[in-house]
């Protein structure tokens, strides 16, 4: 079975900073590009970020370019989110998502596993 497990979310102030993590396992990590979305409550999901396969090549939006950094371990079979700058619109339940093809995407519907999520909150 594959999973996608995220951890490191929690409550910090605007401005603050937070690392997520996203363990996998049941797959070949290094085999698929890796995402980050967002969902905030009554809000549709959100791209967040991109990475590939090997690491070589990001892709963000334009609401978190220059203070998120996407980044990977594959020894690890790991995925991180590093999170600077936080504002409260940033404040959502981040997903990880893994997506077998080599190109990137930020279509929700393109990847094709997804984690349970992990709570980002940013006080104002």
């Known amino acids: 079975q594959v999973q996608l497990v995220e951890s490191g979310g929690g409550l910090v102030q605007t401005g603050g900073s937070l690392r997520l993590s996203c363990a996998a396992s049941?797959?070949?990590?290094?085999?698929?590009?890796m995402g980050w979305f967002r969902q905030a409550p009554g809000k549709e999901h959100e791209f967040v970020a991109h990475i590939s396969r090997n690491g070589g090549n990001t892709y963000y939006p334009s609401s978190v370019k220059g203070r998120f950094t996407i980044s990977r371990d594959n020894a690890k079979n790991t995925l991180y989110l590093q999170m600077n700058n936080l504002k409260p619109e940033d404040t959502a339940v981040y997903s990880c998502a893994a997506r077998s093809s080599a190109a990137p995407s930020s279509t929700r519907s393109s990847y094709d596993y997804w984690g349970q999520g992990t709570q980002v909150t940013i006080s104002s």
């Open positions: 049941g797959l070949t990590f290094s085999m698929y590009g």
